[in-house]
């Protein structure tokens, strides 16, 4: 079977100081297209001289904060780009496209300014808080997505994004709740099995990790990154024939995958 090239492209894994090395995790924000009301609003005022500018901001990374400390922590955010069918010049859409360019500052100048005459748009809260999340201003971010979900409980985007942030800041008892929510709404999305694996993994609970993220393999057997957790799940269970073939599995998707070269030799040489 042919690997997805967007599922190999993430397979990519992070050393880290310690003893031996640590697996890294493409934590995902998922960007929604904001209501057309939104844009009619800040179309409108533009027209009656509101100032929509967004000021001058210094070069940022689109690297988020150092995650709390621990293993196999978090260690990237991606935001998936969506089409955005408005023209260039609407401001919204220029928000989303400085978000979407890491210009987080920029971004949330102009969400501020939607959010002050729509404060009740569970779409552009969740924006916003995606944002800060990324900027590393966790606390605001936590506000805006928590609002957001009260105002609009069964949005599935909303919750994952929620738990992603979450996860971030390092709160993964509430993150496993919210992803396990939004898995009752979908329960078959894979990214969400994913998400809950790790964070099982992450609090100990590694039988049902393991679970959640066969799960995940289950609905999506081109995502390569899924074997690495899966694996290391299993190797912390004893079970390493089976860490072992999820990490063959992973090197027949990803051939140069590092990780899973190592820690196949390290299977093979106990």
Avoid: C, W
């Amino acid at each position: 079977m042919m690997a997805d090239k967007k599922d190999v492209k993430e397979a990519k894994s992070e050393d880290k100081a310690g003893d031996g090395p640590k697996i890294g995790f493409p934590r995902k924000f998922k960007l929604g297209t904001p209501k057309s009301s939104v844009s009619e609003m800040l179309m409108g005022a533009a027209g009656q001289g509101t100032s929509l500018a967004s000021p001058q901001m210094q070069s940022s990374s689109m690297a988020p904060p150092q995650a709390p400390s621990a293993d196999y922590a978090p260690t990237s955010f991606t935001v998936e780009p969506e089409p955005v069918e408005e023209q260039v010049t609407d401001p919204l859409t220029e928000a989303m496209r400085r978000h979407r360019a890491g210009e987080f500052d920029a971004a949330l100048s102009l969400y501020r300014l939607a959010m002050a005459q729509r404060p009740d748009d569970a779409n552009l809260l969740m924006m916003a808080g995606i944002a800060n999340s990324q900027k590393g201003t966790h606390g605001e971010a936590l506000q805006l997505l928590r609002r957001a979900a009260e105002l609009a409980p069964d949005t599935v985007q909303i919750l994952t994004n929620l738990g992603t942030a979450l996860q971030g800041a390092g709160q993964l008892d509430e993150a496993l709740t919210t992803y396990e929510r939004a898995q009752q709404l979908t329960p078959g999305d894979p990214d969400l099995s994913f998400n809950l694996g790790f964070v099982l993994r992450r609090l100990g609970r590694l039988e049902e990790a393991a679970a959640a993220l066969q799960k995940a393999v289950d609905l999506r057997p081109t995502y390569a990154e899924t074997y690495l957790h899966l694996g290391v799940t299993l190797e912390g269970l004893g079970r390493k024939d089976e860490a072992a073939a999820a990490y063959r599995r992973l090197l027949e998707l990803a051939p140069q995958h590092s990780e899973a070269q190592q820690r196949l030799q390290a299977l093979s040489g106990s």
